[in-house]
């Protein structure tokens, strides 16, 4: 079963500048990720405010699912 939630950009892609620094969950520029959403390589964003942007957990694992079965 897939687990509820959200992950905002910074936990997808990484910031090793955070305190503590944040693991990528796939190792990708933020340029490249974006550019995969508006291309429809990976999930669209959930607006949760005006100013807040996030992935769904499950769409995430998903993905990560299927670039396993890629590879």
Avoid: C, Q
Wanted: proline residues 10%; without cysteine; positive net charge.
């Amino acid at each position: 079963m897939a687990t509820k939630g959200f992950y905002r950009i910074w936990h997808i892609i990484g910031n090793p500048k955070a305190n503590p620094p944040i693991a990528p969950i796939i190792p990708i520029s933020r340029t490249s990720w974006l550019n995969g959403v508006k291309s429809g390589k990976y999930p669209n964003p959930v607006k949760i405010s005006d100013r807040t942007t996030a992935w769904r957990v499950e769409d995430i694992e998903k993905l990560i699912a299927s670039m396993g079965e890629t590879a």
